[in-house]
Antibody, heavy 121, light 112 residues
């Protein structure tokens, strides 16, 4: 059974940093691209970042480019999102999502339950 | 990048069919056959319903179908059932200096 378990969310002050993690199991992690998708309270889905199977291709939404860094450790079956210079508008539920391909596509066949990030003073 | 455009809400009665549109540009929906659709019930994670414009993952009802014409993709749900009431999101590649993914703003489906 595919499982994606996010962690690392919490309350953080504007301008500070936070690192999210996603522990994957139930599939061959290094065969697939992975993504972070967020959803602000009461709002729609927003793609944040994606990374190919070997970290050779990485993309970011304009809203986070230069502040967030996606990475993966295939040996640990884990995906990460380093979030710096956090803003109030980054407040959201952050989902880890598995791509169905080795490279990034808009097809996410499995999702975690999300970890909540709240940016507030 | 701008979000794809979806109607905020649609509604239909049980047994009827509805269609949700997803309008983009030649840089996203119109430029790639990589449009996906997701269903999200309140408090739940999204679920993949359609990929590559018109393909259904295993386990998804054949009442769900997808299509595309030009810069607009569509999700059609036939034989509406109460459990179809949810939010629906489209997604697509969008090309700029690097490949990215963009979602639509979401459509709330109400089954009357």
């Amino acid at each position: 059974e595919v499982q994606l378990v996010e962690s690392g969310g919490g309350l953080v002050q504007p301008g500070r940093s936070l690192r999210l993690s996603c522990a994957a199991s139930g599939f061959t992690f290094d065969d697939y691209a992975m993504h972070w998708v967020r959803q602000a309270p009461g709002k729609g889905l927003e793609w944040v970042s994606g990374i190919s199977w070997n970290s050779g291709s990485i993309g970011y939404a304009d809203s986070v480019k230069g502040r967030f860094t996606i990475s993966r450790d295939n040996a640990k079956n884990s995906l990460y999102l380093q979030m710096n210079s956090l803003r109030a508008e980054d407040t959201a539920l952050y989902y880890c999502a598995k791509d169905w391909a080795t490279v990034t596509t808009p097809t996410f066949d499995y999702w975690g339950q999300g970890t909540l990030v709240t940016v507030s003073s | 990048q701008s979000a794809l455009t979806q109607p905020a809400s649609v509604s239909g009665s049980p047994g009827q069919s509805i269609t949700i549109s997803c309008t983009g540009t030649s840089s996203d929906v119109g430029g790639y056959n990589y449009v996906s659709w997701y269903q999200q019930h309140p408090g739940k994670a999204p679920k993949l319903m359609i990929y590559d414009v018109s393909n259904r993952p295993s386990g998804v009802s054949n009442r769900f179908s997808g299509s595309k014409s030009g810069n607009t993709a569509s999700l059609t749900i036939s034989g509406l059932q109460a459990e179809d009431e949810a939010d629906y999101y489209c997604s697509s590649y969008t090309s700029s200096s690097t490949l990215k993914v963009v979602f639509g703003g979401g459509t709330k489906l109400t089954v009357l």
